[in-house]
């Protein structure tokens, strides 16, 4: 502080460099005190404390700054033996404390006790001097000084969070549902015959002998919406959502990615109804054939286990798992036998009606006049839903530079728009190059009948 004296500075700076000397924090509180600057003094004196809890001296001294009488300090002299308290001498009662604290020397706390001592009771009190109130004095200094202990991080039962399956986050049921999905029919009603008319009749579920468990894949080309089909699944069946990515799962200890598997399954069947959705399902299932590593194989071998709820008494009823990859050729094949993944969706680029949906809705709160979404929606076939969304980002993008050149705002046009579509190639054309030779020579089983119907459709094979 500017207004501090020489020796102040230099006791200060002294304790600075020495902060578990106990006497000399204590020499640079009386120093503080001595000049009336008794909220500092209290403050050092608790830093002194926390070095020497039973240190009397620097009891004595809070207890000064704070301005308690000695008489109900508590006194850390002994205390008296059981019968009458002596009476002291007169002048042991001089009320030497009653001195302003401006006026005491700055001697060290131990000259100044014989020249102060607490004045004993009179004979006819029956009751001793009250104890001093630690408990309110730590509620006056808790401003000045922080906790002396830190909280122990681990939970109450001794684990810490790491270890316990509840870590997992699982949202509520939400608010999206298949309505919200624009267009897409194709693929609404395949997952309402495939999947979701058996979970919402559960009379005729049980009468055919339907169990209320199921695994889904959903393939295609990047940026098209999977995510988002999965969590309106979950909003259509009333069912929590856990979304599972490989960083969830993978660590560096032996052991600890197939216990992560088995906490992430154990979790979703205490949240039951839920839905697992198993993201990038080609970097969690790849082929064991692949993989040299064997802590991703055995990372495979528990998915497989879990899949199949052979760990869990009850099996994995009211847990739906739902999964998604760019790359299904990639996946292990006993993910997708019958009983685990055995259902699988392909999930194309957006249709002209969800072209159309999506647009309005990257458009919704940017500053348009007069845009044509006909002539977009047809500008913009094979885009994904990535794709549409960088379109009107670049669009926005080219109008804003135009303003800031001219120094006046104009709105977002068409030809903004449509000049923003002829500088964006489809991110689909890739995906469907690498895709078009699986389908023609690796559709064992008919995998991919779905997906070769489609590029015959578009004339791409």
Request: glycine residues 8%; hydrophobic residues 45%; aromatic residues 4%.
């Amino acid at each position: 502080m500017a207004d501090e004296s020489p020796l102040i500075r230099s006791l200060r700076t002294a304790v600075a460099a020495a902060p578990g000397d106990v006497p000399l924090r204590l020499h640079f509180a009386e120093l503080l005190l001595s000049e009336g600057r008794n909220e500092e003094a209290v403050a050092e004196a608790a830093v002194a404390l926390q070095h020497a809890p039973g240190d009397a001296d620097a009891r004595a001294l809070m207890m000064r700054a704070m301005g308690v009488p000695p008489a109900s300090a508590g006194a850390p002299a002994p205390a008296p033996e059981p019968g009458p308290a002596p009476v002291r001498p007169p002048v042991a009662e001089k009320p030497a404390a009653e001195k302003p604290a401006a006026e005491k020397p700055a001697a060290p706390p131990a000259a100044e006790k014989p020249e102060t001592p607490a004045p004993a009771p009179a004979p006819s009190d029956p009751d001793p001097a009250p104890a001093f109130d630690w408990d309110a004095a730590e509620q006056q200094v808790q401003d000045l000084v922080g906790p002396r202990f830190l909280e122990d991080p681990q939970a109450e039962g001794g684990e810490g969070a790491a270890g316990d399956a509840a870590a997992w986050d699982v949202d509520a049921p939400g608010a999206v549902r298949l309505a919200d999905v624009g267009g897409m029919e194709e693929v609404k009603e395949r997952l309402e015959a495939a999947f979701l008319a058996p979970m919402r009749n559960p009379e005729l579920r049980r009468l055919y002998g339907k169990s209320l468990r199921g695994g889904l894949l959903l393939y295609g080309p990047p940026g098209c919406g999977k995510t988002f089909i999965a969590r309106a699944v979950a909003g259509e069946l009333g069912a929590n959502f856990l979304t599972v990515s490989l960083s969830d799962v993978l660590d560096m200890w032996i052991g600890a990615s197939e216990k992560n598997i088995h906490d992430i399954f154990e979790t979703a069947r205490r949240q039951a109804p839920c839905v697992v959705f198993l993201d990038e399902l080609d970097a969690l299932g790849a082929k064991r054939s692949r993989t040299h590593h064997s802590g991703l194989r055995n990372v495979v071998n528990q998915l497989l286990t879990e899949l199949d709820g052979i760990a869990s008494g009850a099996g994995n009823e009211g847990v739906f798992v739902l999964a998604a990859t760019n790359v299904p050729w990639d996946v292990d094949i006993a993910l997708r036998r019958p009983g685990r993944l055995d259902r699988t969706l392909l999930v194309l680029p957006p249709d002209a009606a969800a072209r159309e949906a999506i647009l309005r809705y990257h458009l919704r709160e940017r500053p348009i006049e007069a845009v044509d979404l006909g002539k977009l929606v047809k500008v913009t076939e094979d885009f994904s839903g990535a794709d549409l969304a960088h379109l009107c980002e670049s669009a926005a993008e080219a109008a804003l530079l135009d303003s800031a050149r001219t120094g006046s705002v104009r709105l977002i046009t068409t030809k903004d728009l449509l000049g923003a579509a002829k500088q964006i190639k489809p991110s689909t054309e890739p995906w469907f190059a690498a895709a078009r030779n699986v389908a023609m020579f690796a559709n064992e089983g008919g995998l991919y009948d779905d997906l070769l119907a489609y590029l015959k459709r578009k004339r791409k094979l």
